[in-house]
């Protein structure tokens, strides 16, 4: 079975946290972490978020 | 000229502001304040469940559907399962390393690692003595965890902190990595539901008081509500009749308006500074009686009817009596568990607490009485056999020493003093209820006059 992975790229707190192209680059790093432990069959982006699908 | 009468009777009251203040008392531990108002007894004490198994502090819990707890350490990746009756094994260890949370959510088990999630079924958690089904690595956090933390379901979630990031595995078992992102000198502790939403409580530092609340929908992409304690962080949220906010290093106590933190109590034992810190599995509820675990003991903060006011109270304090260092702590039933790390000044040993069948000896120190204190009677409302009350008197803020009592066991029914005190300014009482096995003396009223 698939695991499935999504990670958030909101714009984030009212004062002081990251702008959504910052969570663009802080999910792109997750994902490359990911990729150490991990087998990635697919990653989609949707305007808000990513979708990485892991296999078992 | 001899005091009027003080009567130190409205065990209710619990412990006061000080030892100054009329109408609570200076301290109490194991004092069972609640069952019967007015008057007071002896708790149940509580003994090592745990044999030799736990070899560090359990400070994260959780207990299953099954009944079953599981109590895990942020100095090892071992995981002990205590069974309703009490019954501790080791199940696993992590191999991601320590565990820094425990939840429960649709069936599974969950532990946090530093950087990873695990989880088991939950049938297996119980079933397997030794856990083979489980997964160290289910998920991979954004951050690296570094103290304990306490995970929460809300709205069909489980919501589990990351350091400046939520995360959370959803209903249809999807691991959101980051559902909600704060400033980043935010580390969240704890969190809890409030209303439809999730509280969220942060800890900055020893040096930068601004621990943060955040009030989350947990849908919006950001928070609704933000507010800011000048304390270090927030340790623990205490469910009670309302939400309950421990936070900082001296054992404050606010509660939640909705929009912000109001301080409430200071945790109070004598004249000992409670010393706090990170500790979010150290709450819990006892039919209704929040519960918070201290080097003093296991605190409640609560009452036994809307027509009392809300009191403090060392309602249970450790099998082992050296310097504590609390831990989680899980009501199951009527049942508790706590965990515990104790240091004797040579040897530092672990356990996990379970309630016996036992009544622990009630310790009671009145407030201050002023005035030439001639003597002290300790009212009676059941002595059973075996049991006794003894006290010890500081007069003229001299120290406590032994004060004989004597039972006058005619019209009275009272404890009173052998020879008289006879204080100059002012005096203070010890009472101590011995109990023995099951039973506990039930005192109604101390008149210091």
């Not at chain 2, 397997?128 to 997964?135: D, L, N, V, Y």
């Not at chain 2, 000896?361 to 009676?380: P, R």
């Not at chain 2, 300014?425 to 209820?433: D, K, P, V, Y």
């Amino acid at each position: 079975m698939t695991r499935i992975v999504t990670y958030n790229l909101v714009a984030g707190s009212h004062v002081g946290a990251e702008t959504k192209e910052q969570k663009r680059q802080l999910a792109l790093e997750y994902i490359e972490r990911l990729k150490q432990d991990e087998t990635i069959e697919e990653i989609q982006e949707e305007p808000n978020r990513f979708i990485i699908y892991l296999a078992n | 000229m001899a005091a009027k009468p003080t009567t130190f009777g409205s065990f209710h009251n619990g412990i006061a502001l000080s030892k100054k203040i009329a109408g609570g008392f200076h301290s109490l531990k194991s004092c069972d304040i609640h069952s019967q108002a007015g008057a007071a007894t002896g708790s149940f004490a509580f003994e090592k469940t745990s044999g030799t198994i736990v070899d560090n502090l359990p400070d994260s819990s959780v207990t299953l559907p099954s009944g079953d707890s599981f109590f895990a350490t942020s100095s090892s990746g071992k995981i002990w399962k205590v069974t309703t009756s009490g019954v501790t094994s080791l199940v696993h260890t992590n191999t991601q390393g320590v565990n820094f949370g425990l939840g429960y959510f649709m069936g599974y088990l969950y532990y946090a690692s530093a950087t990873k999630l695990g989880r088991i079924a939950e049938s297996n958690a119980s079933s397997e003595a030794t856990w083979s089904s489980q997964t160290d690595s289910w998920a991979t956090f954004t951050n690296t965890n570094v103290h304990p933390i306490k995970m929460e379901e809300q709205n069909a979630s489980l919501f589990i902190p990351n350091r400046n990031y939520v995360a959370a595995v959803n209903s249809a078992g999807v691991f959101e990595a980051a559902s909600l992102d704060l400033q980043s000198q935010h580390s969240i502790t704890t969190c809890i539901p409030a209303g439809t939403g999730l509280l969220i409580g942060t800890w900055v530092g020893n040096y930068h008081n601004q621990a943060g609340l955040f009030l989350w929908d947990t849908y919006s992409p950001s928070y609704i509500v933000d507010s800011y304690i000048d304390e270090a962080g927030v340790n623990a949220f205490i469910r009670g009749e309302m939400i309950f906010i421990q936070a900082g290093l001296v054992g404050n106590i606010y509660y939640w308006s909705g929009e912000k933190a109001v301080l409430y109590k200071r945790l109070r034992d004598g004249d000992t500074v409670i010393v706090t810190g990170i500790n979010p599995s150290g709450a819990a509820n006892l039919n209704g009686l929040p519960l918070f675990t201290t080097r003093q003991g296991i605190y409640s903060l609560g009452r036994g009817d809307a027509s009392l006011p809300v009191a403090q109270n060392i309602e249970y304090v450790y099998s082992a009596t050296n310097t504590i260092t609390p831990g989680a702590i899980q009501v199951v039933g009527g049942q508790i568990f706590t965990g515990w790390k104790n240091f004797d000044g040579v040897t530092t040993t672990y356990g996990i607490d379970k309630l016996s069948n036992n009544k622990s000896y009630a310790i009671i120190t009145t407030c201050q009485a002023k005035g030439v204190i001639k003597s002290v009677k300790v009212f009676y409302d059941s002595i059973p056999a075996g049991t006794s009350i003894s006290a010890r008197v500081n007069k003229d803020n001299s120290g406590f020493v032994t004060h004989d009592l004597v039972q006058d066991d005619g019209d009275e029914r009272c404890f009173r003093s052998v020879v008289d005190v006879m204080s100059k300014s002012s005096a203070q009482f010890e009472i101590t209820l011995v109990s023995s096995g099951s039973n506990s003396p039930i005192i109604d009223a101390i008149v210091v006059q």
